[in-house]
């Protein structure tokens, strides 16, 4: 099972790509088409052609990760961005995850209530001398 950071940005080539690339020919996609830096933690993800294999390269602070997936049946679902120009599109570490897993996310939605990050703080008036003169009772 794969888990990201939330923090870590992940980027996905529309472009298809020469599965013969290991790691240098990757970064050198990422450095020159991506204008990103490989070496940034950042995710990148790539297609080949007939959209039934996928790699995903990621720098972890001593070295390069390859991710490679093979489907046995069936395509990964193209990315969809606001312009068709566009070479390399940002997307979100939950939509990565559905579409790694087969999910359609064209058909799904996510919910308006779902929070996507809460703040734990004080609230209700209470301090924290409160929280300390409890907690040692």
């Known amino acids: 099972m794969l888990s990201f950071p939330l923090q870590r940005r992940i980027w996905v080539s529309r472009d298809p790509v020469d599965f013969r690339k290991a790691f240098d020919g990757l970064c050198g996609i990422v450095h020159g088409a991506f204008g990103r830096d490989p070496y940034s933690g950042e995710v990148f993800v790539f297609f080949n052609r007939r959209r039934d294999r996928v790699k995903l390269l990621v ?22 961005s606001i312009s068709a120009t566009d070479t390399v599109v940002s997307v979100e570490r939950r939509t990565l995850l559905m579409l790694l897993e087969g999910i359609d996310t064209k058909r799904s939605r996510f919910r308006n209530h779902f929070v996507r990050s809460l703040r734990i703080g004080t609230c209700g008036g209470r301090d924290e001398a409160d929280d300390r003169g409890r907690a040692s009772l």
Do not use: Q, V
């Open 59 to 80: 720098w972890d602070d001593n070295g390069f990760w390859l991710f490679y997936k093979r489907l046995e049946r069936g395509t990964f679902e193209p990315i969809a």
